[in-house]
């Protein structure tokens, strides 16, 4: 059940018997901005190296083994126009161990986190600072040299490219990185605090109304909270967006950008998981099974939706002179199934696998709190496992017809990996 603490403050829990810990996730959900993406990325490697009352990382550790070796943990995530900063602690039950206190303990550690960072002055301490930046810095340069999240990066950016703030990752950009200071962090931290939707879980063998005592006592500030919208929508393009780009690798990255316009609120949703998972999402795709497989164009091949943008993607690694064998022939995998060239086996092997993937997914914490989650902000997508089972297994190869024949490719990215004959 999901009650609501405060104005824009929610706190849901998920009392369960399958765990012996006990699950705290936090977070914050902001519009998601170029300019304040690097930042909030930045305050959460800050936030958990130290505090006020754990000054070192050193201190800070040596509290959480007190807490019977509590794991703890902060970093961010996109989910269509929001940024999400996410805290998570997962501690031990205290009545397996007959400590009855652990919960209301992780719940002040977790409060001398969020209210009590290591602020002096106006600003946070410098040397944990200048230590963070760097390695936030260092982490985001790396990104350049993983060949298939550069290539993914890229081609976001060119299906996004009319948008800045879409265009750039969870995670922020150098250049903004650069510009934040120790005392501008901490308008970044305020602002958080005071304007974010706070969304707050516990999953666990544990009672709401212990619970709820527990948590009403963080002081989150009342204040005029605003929730931006969860999905983003831009206009169908009329042209195809390409960009190719050369280095000295040896594998080279095709990766494709299509417009769906199928939303997560969208009944047409469950059509597009089945599709996704024909096309490229599983081992007995088409994608797997005719590109990578039987003419050896690829060493990988695979498809992806995301239902909060109205877009799928295509990743592949090819030689570079493969491109328009590989182009061509991924454009066939997608014909065929807007032809409805799938078999009944084929389709009911994708229902039983996304079945089971959703079935296993209900022994997770997290992906019980995600669900919670999407219920808080979509309240008329709310439903029963068995209910959603029950579209997945109802869709027809007609639907998935026509969403292979709805769907339009926007973006083309290559990243074309010279080959050493050697």
């Known amino acids: 059940m999901t009650i609501q603490i405060q104005p824009g403050v929610t706190l849901t829990v998920i009392p369960t018997e399958k765990y012996k ?11 998601h901005t170029q300019k304040d993406a690097a930042s909030r990325t930045l305050l959460t490697s800050i936030l958990e190296t ?8 050193t201190a800070l550790s040596a509290k959480l083994a007190d807490l019977y070796g509590a794991s703890f ?86 299906f996004f490219n009319d948008d800045e ?8 950009r150098v250049e903004e990185l650069k510009a934040v200071t120790a005392q501008s962090l901490v308008k970044t931290y305020q602002k958080m605090l005071e304007e974010d939707q706070i969304d707050l879980f516990v999953v666990g063998d544990v009672t709401e109304s212990a619970v709820l005592k ?55 949703r469950y059509a597009l998981m089945v599709f996704n998972g024909l096309f490229g999402g599983f081992p007995h795709s088409k994608l797997f099974m005719n590109v990578r497989e039987k003419e050896s164009l690829a060493y990988y091949a695979s498809s992806s939706a995301d239902t909060f943008r109205g877009f ?32 009944e086996e084929e389709l009911a092997k994708t229902k039983a ?15 019980l709190i995600e669900t919670a989650y999407l219920d808080t902000w979509l309240p008329e997508t709310k439903q029963n496992p068995e209910e959603l089972i029950e579209k997945i297994m109802r869709v027809t190869k007609e639907e998935v017809q026509a969403v292979a024949q709805q769907i339009q490719l926007e973006s083309i990215f290559f990243l074309n990996g010279e080959q050493n004959d050697e």
């Open 50 to 57: 130290n505090s006020l009352n754990y000054p070192t990382q």
């Open 21 to 31: 810990t006990i699950r705290l996730f936090a977070r914050f959900s902001a519009k």
């Open 312 to 343: 799928l993607s295509v990743q592949t690694g090819i030689d570079g002179k493969n491109r328009e064998a590989a182009m061509a022939l991924i454009r066939e995998q997608l014909a065929a199934l807007g032809r409805g060239e799938v078999t």
């Open 214 to 268: 527990e948590i009403e006592q963080l002081p989150f500030a009342r204040t005029q909270r605003v929730a931006p919208t969860m999905f983003y929508r831009q206009l169908s393009k009329s042209t195809i967006q390409e960009e190719t780009m050369t280095e000295n690798v040896l594998q080279g990255k095709l990766n494709l950008g299509y417009a769906t316009n199928i939303y997560y609120d969208d009944p047409k």
């Open 165 to 172: 703030d879409q265009k750039t990752p969870s995670f922020g």
């Open 73 to 158: 943990g902060l970093n961010v995530g996109k989910r269509g126009n929001l940024h999400q900063v996410n805290l998570s602690m997962t501690v031990v039950n205290g009545k397996y161990i007959e400590q009855a206190s652990v919960f209301s303990e992780a719940v002040a550690f977790l409060k001398e986190i969020l209210f009590y960072p290591n602020i002096q002055d106006g600003k946070f301490e410098q040397q944990t600072f200048d230590l963070e930046k760097n390695n936030l810095i260092a982490y985001i340069e790396s990104i350049q040299e993983d060949k298939q999240s550069l290539a993914s990066l890229k081609l976001q950016e060119l």
């Open 353 to 367: 696998m996304l079945k089971n993937q959703y079935l296993l997914s209900l022994d997770n914490p997290q992906a």
